[in-house]
């Protein structure tokens, strides 16, 4: 019986979860679960004094103290031992509920003001975007 029932619930959690998948492949995710990651991907200029990098990075962490429409934030520097990462160094992910925030945010006086602070320092950027779930 005990091995009956522990084979249902999971039988159970399997397709709970590919009815979950299945409405995600379909966009049938509610909009209140969707969020829009914004993701910043840096490699820094040859020679970028220590105090220069840090300058941009605390810029960057001080963006959702100033723009509401941020609702997730977190950034790091690459650890990967794959060595694939064409020199990128830095990551940050901005989070918004939806374009219009982030539309906010990529024109709030905060935000520019970081682009100027980072803009001489950078020897090359990428920015992607994409849509996911809570």
């Not at 004094?49 to 977190?74: C, R, Y």
């Amino acid at each position: 019986m005990r091995r009956t029932l522990g084979f249902g619930l999971c039988f159970l959690m399997i397709a709970a979860g590919a009815v979950f998948v299945s409405k995600a492949a379909q966009g049938e995710i509610a909009e209140d679960q969707k969020v829009l990651r914004h993701i910043v991907l840096y490699k820094f200029k040859d020679g970028l004094p220590a105090a220069d990098l840090q300058e941009v990075i605390d810029t960057f962490a001080a963006l959702p103290s100033k723009i509401d429409t941020i609702v997730e934030f977190e950034h790091g520097a690459n650890v990967s031992p794959e060595g694939k990462s064409e020199g990128l160094t830095h990551a940050f992910v901005v989070s918004f509920r939806n374009e219009a925030g982030r539309d906010a945010y990529l024109k709030h006086p905060a935000h520019l003001a970081y682009v100027d602070v980072v803009k001489n320092r950078r020897e090359k950027v990428v920015v992607f975007d994409y849509w996911t779930t809570e």
